[in-house]
């Protein structure tokens, strides 16, 4: 199994891990907080956070809780990531306004083994003293009978308690709500029962949307055994106007590169708005309080320089893809601001071309003499016209490949030579506006 590395998470233990949690913007609540306090300053406890197989990646909102885990692990507590094979069957309803899609068995063994690789990439399996612990809660929930499960886990939940539960109220309110996702918050019960009872796991993390599963485990565990555990939530991530954080104008943001690419999970975060920047870097990095209110203070200070952002993107990128990937991001992102291409490869210069429109032109247009430059500025989409084209390009506007043109090349022909990669022609006028000639002949 990947190893992640400790050495990029560490920082300076100065807090107790609920005192980071707090600073952190963290904590939102918890089943009885003293308590917790108590047993956590006693030694090392067990914990665990579910991640039900709902697609085939995480996306940035799950990087919370499973942060938080690794936060945990770092201050020497023994960290559970549970991947949710039959939760993730039914579909939790808590967030959701509409009943969820159900998946097929197969969608769900796929989907957990693709989630297996991303939640290895964040916790230390190989740690000596406490590594982390994957499990599926499909191991122990499938071979339950529905007999056994009515007996043993369903006769401890009166429904007026399940129905007083926000996540089955709220549904109730918006039109209803049927057995089988009412039954969802039975089955994160037992889960937490069993990791109670089997792995001697005393805590659940989820962000405040859990709120409901997760005292209906510390319930469940109280009336079955008696024993002693809590549940500790996390502020869902949302922006400064209260909507949530992790999806951009195309979907949710993707930790999977193939479903969002380096360079556009790069750029997300480098749009962050000021309001909620230093937000996020508390939350998503491992950034220490010094470093984060230096950030603060350059935010105040130069909000132009955008170093919080920068610093941000370089940060949750680099722990999403690693640093070589990162670097390549942000080199991809030094072409939309104008910088140079030398050295650039075509992965990622492709990753630029998946943000800009592009026409695809035959290979025809650019051999023996080629095509003029204000034709193809207005093949590419870039001018309305050639009369356009002109005054942009004397007006010292136009650049091809990055590189200003001439603003007497009005008579210039573009060839093959012209191309990079043999493939694209990259056109920018003025500071922001790109589009790209992609050679395709199939068309």
């Not at 509409?98 to 230390?124: C, G, H, M, W, Y």
Request: glycine letters at 8%.
């Amino acid at each position: 199994m990947p190893r992640a590395s400790r050495e990029r998470f560490a920082y300076p233990l100065i807090m107790t891990i609920l005192e980071e949690l707090q600073w952190r913007g963290l904590y939102a609540d918890c089943t009885d907080l003293d308590a917790l306090t108590a047993r956590l300053a006693s030694g090392p406890t067990t914990l665990y956070a579910g991640f039900d197989p709902t697609a085939d990646s995480l996306h940035v909102g799950n990087l919370v809780p499973l942060l938080a885990l690794r936060r945990f692990q770092d201050y020497g507590h023994h960290p559970i990531a549970l991947a949710g094979g039959a939760t993730g069957m039914i579909g939790d309803p808590s967030g959701k306004s509409s009943e969820r899609n159900l998946q097929t068995p197969a969608q769900v063994e796929a989907n957990i083994a693709a989630i297996r690789l991303q939640l290895a990439k964040f916790l230390d399996f190989e740690a000596t003293a406490n590594p982390a612990r994957l499990v599926d809660n499909a191991s122990w929930t499938a071979p339950f009978t529905f007999l056994e499960f009515l007996r043993d886990v369903g006769k401890h939940f009166p429904v007026n308690l399940m129905l007083a539960k926000d996540s089955v109220r709220t549904r109730l309110e918006e039109g209803g709500i049927s057995y089988t996702e009412f039954s969802y918050m039975l089955l994160q019960a037992h889960d937490f029962y069993h990791l109670r009872t089997e792995a001697d796991c005393e805590v659940q993390v989820g962000a405040t949307d859990q709120w409901g599963n997760i005292t209906a485990g510390t319930e469940l565990i109280r009336r079955k055994s008696g024993a002693t555990a809590w549940g500790l939530t996390f502020p869902l991530l949302t922006k400064s106007d209260g909507t949530k954080y992790g999806k951009s104008a195309s979907g949710a943001v993707w930790l999977d590169p193939k479903r969002t690419t380096p360079y556009r999970f790069y750029q997300f975060f480098m749009q962050a708005e000021d309001a909620d920047v230093i937000k996020l870097l508390k939350v998503l990095t491992f950034l220490s309080q010094e470093e984060i209110d230096a950030l603060e203070a350059e935010l105040v200070s130069a909000p132009g320089a955008r170093a919080a952002q920068k610093a941000l993107a370089q940060a949750v990128t680099t722990l999403v893809h690693g640093e070589s990937v990162c670097a390549d991001a942000m080199r991809a992102s030094t072409i939309m601001f104008g910088g140079g291409l030398d050295g650039i490869s075509e992965s990622v210069f492709e990753d630029v071309v998946g943000e800009v429109p592009t026409t695809d032109i035959s290979s025809d247009l650019l051999t023996g003499e080629g095509t003029g430059l204000l034709d193809l500025l207005v093949t590419a989409g870039l001018c309305p016209s050639k009369g356009q084209a002109r005054k942009d390009l004397q007006g010292g506007g136009i650049n091809v490949n990055n590189v200003r043109c001439n603003p007497q090349d009005l008579n210039r022909a573009l060839t093959l030579s012209d191309t990079l990669f043999g493939r694209y022609i990259l056109f920018r006028k003025g500071k922001r506006n790109y589009a790209v000639l992609r050679l395709n002949d199939a068309n």
